[in-house]
């Protein structure tokens, strides 16, 4: 991606599936002169159709602030699929999730930068003009974990699919659920599943639990 500025304002789409959420960072972001809030949208889903391709695709579209937690598809999964339809759209990842392995997943993904939400409102407005350019943006509370090295815990060499699934799996949603929501078969959900806690060295849904609090991954009272 090319680093040099864009001309006029920079075209923004907002992706999150609370309204007031997106009404304040939209303000936030529509205070700056250089930036122009163009779309918003509630889901994955409808994001995706926007953007993916077509006629009226969303090409007017420079950036896309994503959160990860949306019903249906995760953003995670938008992500990704928006990588391979879209790589010439920047994503920048605006999330309440700050642990390492995310971090790596949206990374691998593809994202153009990652954001906590517990952010300062500069921080966000800065990271939106530097993934814009091209450039990796981070807000501070997780820059230090860009640097992790490859001998982390197991989750860490999970594939971005299987990783999405061991979020849907730790929320709590069962694997027919889950099979719906990517619009794979149940059987392939569960093939997911057992090669999951094959690869985490668990062996029930307790075990996953347990795992997921002692490395901070998130679920129900995790």
């Known amino acids: 991606m090319s680093v040099s500025p864009l001309p006029g304002p920079l075209r923004v789409a907002l992706?999150?599936?609370?309204?007031?959420?997106?009404?304040g960072y939209r303000r936030l972001l529509e205070l700056e002169a250089d930036i122009a809030v163009v779309a918003e949208y509630g889901d994955a889903e409808s994001a995706y159709n926007a953007l993916a391709g077509g006629a009226s695709s969303g090409d007017d579209i420079?950036?896309?602030?994503?959160?990860?937690?949306?019903p249906g598809r995760s953003g995670l999964e938008l992500l990704r699929r928006l990588a391979q339809r879209r790589p010439d759209l920047s994503v920048l990842v605006f999330t309440m999730h700050d642990s390492a392995a995310m971090l790596d997943q949206c990374l691998r993904a593809g994202a153009a930068g990652f954001v906590t939400k517990s952010s300062a409102p500069e921080v966000l407005v800065t990271a939106v003009r530097q993934a814009a350019r091209g450039e990796i943006a981070l807000s501070p509370d997780v820059a230090a974990l860009?640097?992790?090295?490859?001998g982390g815990p197991p989750h860490t060499r999970l594939s971005s699919r299987e990783f999405d699934i061991l979020q849907q799996l730790l929320a709590g949603r069962g694997v027919e659920e889950i099979a719906q929501t990517l619009r794979l078969s149940?059987?392939?959900?569960?093939?997911?599943?057992?090669r999951i806690r094959q690869a985490l060295g668990v062996g029930s849904a307790v075990e996953l639990l347990n795992y997921a609090r002692e490395h901070g991954l998130g679920g129900p009272g995790v």
């Open 15 to 23: 992706a999150d599936d609370h309204a007031v959420v997106r009404a």
């Open 62 to 70: 420079d950036l896309l602030v994503l959160d990860l937690s949306m």
């Open 146 to 150: 860009a640097a992790r090295s490859e």
């Open 186 to 194: 149940t059987k392939t959900v569960a093939n997911y599943q057992t």
